[in-house]
């Protein structure tokens, strides 16, 4: 089909991690060799497109979702088709590896803290690559990647400093779409290389204190919402990148080419009412693009996703807390800030 102008795109194409995550409950963590109880477990989906894409399905804003990754021709393989089909996920980019099986991690969730550790077999994902993407058969206004970090063929790093994220990235820019780039944490020794590869054909690059903190080379104050402005827009100076949008549990910050920032505080979601984080961060990415899509200020896409992750804390697995929008964003009416 021709590509439509730019001012008729419309929705949301998400491509790269497609995983099955098992969520489990435990009573605490283990020391090495020692034993914990599992409370509870559930499967669910699991990575960053995955995730924004059943998000966007929850949050009933009634946008075009697209899909496009690897999956086993296995069980949890056909699993994602059915759940991506049963939310109106469009799966015509998602492509079936005939020996490698579906990527799945289990999730560990720690009851009273709600932190958890992921244990994950990269299985198909592992296989992704530039030829998989076809920027012709979508309207979609959006692009959105991830993770940078857990896409082996898309992160080789190329004699040259590039990478498939990057031609893919520049493809999707080329075709007309708003380009988006998530990470996943990793002590890897790529990673700084990986996401300067990437950053020059980001509108947004989206990274966690713990991800900026390893691109900028110092540690940085998960609470100190001036330190991660600062490094927010080293972040767009040193990568090239449109906008850099750092997200910790006390807030979120962004900064853009035009030397602009902005910050949104979290929300002081009750205790009893946090059941896990898992998938907080793609929750936060998803209310982010949102107002993005819908051409809001970058400040109040801040807002939009501060909100949608509260929301999330509401359940142990990535997306099964999510509510409407207005839902979501009543939530900043009724819950205080936190200190940031």
């Not at 001036?226 to 040193?238: I, K, V, Y």
């Not at 697995?317 to 979501?328: F, V």
Request: contains cysteine; glycine residues 10%.
């Amino acid at each position: 089909m021709a590509a439509p102008p730019d001012s008729e795109r419309r929705g949301i194409l998400a491509g790269g991690n497609f995983i099955i995550d098992y969520v489990k409950i435990i009573d605490g963590w283990p020391g090495q060799d020692m034993l914990t109880s599992i409370l509870s477990e559930s499967s669910s989906n699991g990575g960053g497109p995955y995730n924004v894409l059943k998000d966007f399905a929850a949050l009933g804003v009634d946008l075009p979702l697209e899909a496009v990754g690897v999956i086993g021709n296995d069980t949890n393989g056909h699993w994602i088709v059915r759940d991506c089909e049963e939310h109106a996920i469009n799966t015509r980019q998602l492509h079936r590896h005939a020996r490698a099986p579906t990527s799945y991690t289990d999730a560990m969730t720690v009851e009273s803290t709600g932190r958890r550790t992921f244990f994950h077999q990269r299985g198909a994902n592992a296989f992704l690559g530039s030829d998989h993407f076809d920027f012709a058969r979508t309207s979609a206004k959006l692009f959105h990647l991830g993770y940078l970090m857990l896409l082996d063929r898309m992160d080789e790093v190329r004699p040259d400093g590039t990478t498939e994220a990057a031609e893919v990235l520049t493809a999707a820019q080329e075709a007309g779409l708003i380009t988006s780039v998530d990470c996943v944490s990793t002590e890897d020794p790529r990673f700084t290389d990986v996401a300067i590869a990437a950053m020059p054909h980001a509108d947004y690059f989206i990274a966690n204190e713990t991800e900026a903190s390893l691109i900028l080379g110092r540690k940085l104050c998960a609470e100190d919402a001036e330190e991660l402005t600062t490094a927010a827009g080293e972040l767009c100076a040193t990568g090239n990148c449109g906008a850099a949008i750092i997200h910790t549990e006390f807030g979120a910050v962004a900064a853009d080419r035009s030397g602009e920032s902005h910050h949104a505080a979290a929300l002081l979601v009750p205790q009893d009412q946090i059941k896990g984080a898992t998938g907080a961060g793609d929750a936060f990415a998803t209310g982010l693009l949102y107002g993005i899509h819908e051409e809001r200020p970058l400040s109040e896409s801040l807002g939009f996703g501060v909100s949608v992750a509260a929301a999330s804390l509401n359940d142990p697995t990535p997306s099964g807390g999510i509510q409407s929008l207005a839902e979501c964003v009543r939530m900043s009416e009724v819950f205080p800030k936190r200190d940031f």
